[in-house]
């Protein structure tokens, strides 16, 4: 598809999730990890995300959806709250857990 067509018949929310799909899924992204696992069965010690920029943008993009998700409770702290006696019997359940 020409780029003058797209432009012209592409919605714009269309576009906003195709910007937000690169965030986290960079072109060339498999090629650099592929070429650092190569590296690093001939030795090499560095970290993937110090030599490619790709693998660098998308560690930084899963960081940043992780950071939103501290406040809710897990593990024993949320076992505990579910298993609660004689507390609030509105029905209410996290979001994650319906």
């Given at each position: 598809m020409p780029v003058y067509k797209l432009k012209e018949e592409m919605p714009y929310d269309e576009f906003l999730?195709?910007?937000e799909f690169f965030k986290?899924?960079?072109i060339g992204w498999r090629e650099d990890y592929r070429t650092h696992?190569?590296?690093s069965s001939?030795?090499?010690k560095g970290k993937a995300e110090s030599t490619f920029?790709?693998?660098?943008q998308i560690k930084q993009y899963s960081e940043s959806?992780?950071?939103g998700d501290r406040a809710m409770p897990?593990?024993?702290i949320l076992e505990m709250m579910m298993n609660a006696k004689n507390g609030d019997d509105s029905g209410w359940t996290p979001k994650g857990l319906k």
């Open positions: 999730k195709w910007i986290y899924e960079p696992l190569i590296m001939f030795g090499y920029q790709t693998l660098k959806r992780l950071e897990k593990g024993k």
